[in-house]
């Protein structure tokens, strides 16, 4: 059995007072952009305000979305970056920005190539809602992409030797002469200086961040959020307080499975619907495309009115998604031996929620959905006891409005100009996703936008424009 891995955070002590890039927050985005930085000879520092690393990119469950992979045609799928760019603008109600999203699409491919020769494999394939064919990839043991990535994105870190520091919230983003020269930090109730010519904001969005919730969309502001404590928007107001242009603040995502009948709220990833689980309501009948759209399921879901749905789903799908393992180890699944065990437990008539799963199993048989249409996670029957289901409703999971960035991720003033030196990345930049974020779309957007980040930097040192 391999030894767990678990990361130090750097000594605080061993904190210098100029770096070449300071890089705000742990996720996804970035210690990718601190390594793509570090591989280009640059110095980088991460600076995580909370104790614990990985920010949201711990909680993703799905995959990572790209298309014109190896990996792909390893599992004979053909796909195009014309396709994949077609439904993400679709998905996103064709309000994306098409700069990034053409930059996100051409890229991402190449992302899976940049992991895969850090040893970071993802080498097997799903499909989340949105999506017309498979380019969901994901590690081959099927664990949820989240966790696996920080970890092995740390390691990388971990061997590159490069400083990462919890604890430390900065403040103020400075300038000289309009451009960037640093950060004000807040260090143990002190506050310090450090200095850099560049700044890149991987600080995530602001899903778990009421004041900004109520600001700009107060009927969510009662719903509960699947998002990490720390992410409440600081870094967007850091760049509005120096004059950054903000986007899409209203277009905030709610995520349509969440389990959320105890005292924490668990996203039942998109994965689970992907390999084939089915949404019923209370009399155990089906009642739309569970892989329409996340906005249009939620909006779905809420026309029942009886708070919340439930996923249904048998043995092979839980084999096909590890992260099943973990919600029923904390008590989220319900295990029925067969369908009228399993209607019981939650109430159904059983000859209704035997009569939808046969439904079900016809379509999938001619792959022909009549009922709502769903053409994609119909892979597999629902055959193979024991049966399981998981109530959900939704919840706050997703802004994507923030920093306006361009395709460089370089940081656009109001005025519509270039921030000289600031650069931002991930949840925190708006204008990708429009009105709709397709999952898998955001731990790509986070390897893809936290490497160009990273160049982008290397670039504007390089040119000595500061």
Same mark, same amino acid.
């Given at each position: 059995m391999t030894e767990k891995f678990i990361f130090q955070a750097t000594a605080k002590e061993q904190l210098q007072e100029q770096y070449d890039v300071i890089i705000i927050g742990s996720g996804g985005t970035g210690l990718t952009s601190a390594l793509q930085a570090h591989e280009l000879g640059l110095k980088p520092v991460i600076l995580e305000k909370m104790p614990k690393i990985g920010g949201n990119t711990t909680k993703a469950s799905s995959g990572m979305n790209a298309a014109e992979t190896m990996v792909q045609l390893n599992h004979q799928i053909v796909d195009s970056y014309q396709d994949f760019y077609d439904d993400v603008y679709q998905g996103g109600g064709q309000q994306n920005n098409p700069a990034l999203l053409h930059?996100?699409?051409?890229?991402?491919?190449?992302?899976?190539?940049?992991?895969a020769a850090h040893d970071i494999h993802l080498d097997d394939l799903t499909i989340t809602g949105g999506m017309k064919v498979m380019r969901t990839h994901r590690p081959a043991s099927m664990a949820p992409i989240g966790g696996f990535l920080v970890t092995e994105l740390l390691k990388q870190i971990d061997q590159a030797h490069l400083p990462l520091f919890t604890d430390i919230k900065v403040t103020q983003i400075l300038q000289e002469d309009g451009h960037v020269k640093g950060v004000q930090a807040q260090i143990d109730g002190q506050s310090k200086t450090i200095l850099a010519p560049a700044v890149i904001l991987a600080t995530g969005g602001f899903g778990a961040g009421q004041k900004l919730i109520k600001?700009?969309?107060p009927d969510l502001a009662d719903l509960k959020t699947t998002n990490q404590p720390g992410a409440v928007g600081d870094g967007i107001e850091l760049a509005a307080a120096i004059g950054a242009q903000l986007v899409d603040m209203d277009q905030i995502q709610v995520h349509p499975t969440v389990q959320q009948d105890g005292e924490h709220p668990y996203l039942i990833g998109e994965a689970v619907r992907g390999e084939g689980a089915i949404l019923v309501n209370k009399n155990g009948e089906r009642f739309v495309n569970e892989l329409d759209t996340r906005k249009n399921v939620t909006a779905a879901i809420n026309n029942l009115k009886e708070n919340g749905a439930t996923l249904i789903f048998d043995q092979s799908v839980r084999e096909r998604v590890k992260a099943i393992e973990f919600y029923d180890h904390i008590g989220l699944v319900k295990t029925g031996q067969n369908l009228v065990d399993l209607a019981q437990q939650n109430n159904f008539a059983a000859d209704i929620l035997e009569q939808t799963i046969q439904t079900w199993n016809q379509a999938v048989q001619k792959h022909q959905d009549n009922e709502y249409q769903r053409s994609t996670g119909m892979e597999r029957q629902l055959t193979q006891a024991p049966y399981y289901s998981i109530h959900i409703a939704p919840a706050v999971h997703y802004t994507m409005g923030g920093i306006a960035i361009n395709?460089?991720?370089?940081?656009?003033?109001?005025? =519509? %100009? &270039?921030?000289?030196?600031?650069?931002?990345? =991930? %949840? &925190?930049?708006g204008g990708l996703h429009g009105n709709n974020r397709i999952g898998g779309n955001s731990i790509a957007e986070t390897i893809i936008f936290g490497r160009q980040a990273g160049q982008q930097v290397f670039k504007y040192l390089q040119k000595g424009d500061k």
């Open positions: 930059y996100f699409t051409e890229h991402s491919a190449l992302a899976i190539d940049w992991l600001k700009y969309r395709a460089n991720t370089q940081v656009m003033s109001q005025k =519509g %100009e &270039v921030i000289p030196g600031l650069y931002a990345a =991930g %949840e &925190v930049a």
